[in-house]
């Protein structure tokens, strides 16, 4: 923590409005948000969460807890646009991404 009050937090990110993925980058996005709840799976199970039916911090038990394709919509949606903007920023940056 910076000492930064949150009430004056701003976010900025990089801007992406701009950008559009080309289809052979947005079939990449499910494989990304697979793997984005994976690793976000791994971290949670190395430090002592299991699954439950409902979020505990306290029990450390977290309903998302399942493998990807068992997520609802919204939940993969996240995961998703996540990857997405991550794409987009790399574009907007300046670099190109592309297949061997």
Known sequence: MTGIPM?????HP???????LPD???ALTEELARSTHDHWSRQR???G?????????????HPDLVPYA???EAEKQYDRTTAMETLKAIIALGY???RD
């Not at 009430?7 to 976010?11: A, F, L, S, V, W």
């Not at 990089?14 to 559009?20: L, P």
């Not at 969460?49 to 038990?61: E, M, Q």
Request: charged share 35%.
């Open 45 to 47: 199970l190395g430090e």
């Open 96 to 98: 190109r991404i592309e």
């Open 24 to 26: 052979e980058l947005l």
């Open 7 to 11: 009430n004056t937090y701003e976010p």
């Open 70 to 72: 068992e997520l609802s």
């Open 49 to 61: 969460w299991t699954w439950g039916p409902a979020r505990d911090d306290v029990a450390k038990r």
């Open 14 to 20: 990089i801007d992406t409005s701009g950008i559009r």
